[in-house]
Nanobody, 118 residues
Framework: QVQLVESGGGLVQAGDSLRLSCAAS????????MGWFRQAPGKERELIGT????????FYTDSVKGRFTISKDNAKTTVFLQMNSLKPEDTAVYYC???????????WGQGTQVTVSS
């Protein structure tokens, strides 16, 4: 089992920045990559970016590319989501998730609310 705990959400104004953290514990050796997802009210959950533990390779969806940055610590315990130039449409519950080398994301955090006011 891998346990994930997100933190860092809050209420900010448009144009502000916010950094989310996702702390991993348990059998972190099972984790090959981490993903950040978000779910806005009335919408489906969407993947916004990923990072692999071994290489640090990152992927971003177009809606956040250039504004959001995913990073990790070398101890393989925490991933970060740096969000800059936030927009009201970024308002959502943000989740981190873990997956093995193959298969789907199978471990999830509880989510943290990000609200961006205009």
């Amino acid at each position: 089992q891998v346990q994930l705990v997100e933190s860092g959400g809050g209420l900010v104004q448009a144009g502000d920045s916010l950094r989310l953290s996702c702390a991993a514990s348990g059998r972190t050796g099972l984790s090959y990559a981490m993903g950040w997802f978000r779910q806005a009210p009335g919408k489906e959950r969407e993947l916004i970016g990923t990072i692999t533990w071994s290489t640090g390779y990152t992927f971003y969806t177009d809606s956040v590319k250039g504004r959001f940055t995913i990073s990790k610590d070398n101890a393989k315990t925490t991933v970060f989501l740096q969000m800059n130039s936030l927009k009201p449409e970024d308002t959502a519950v943000y989740y981190c998730a873990s997956r093995g080398r193959i298969g789907n994301y199978n471990y999830w955090g509880q989510g943290t609310q990000v609200t961006v006011s205009s």
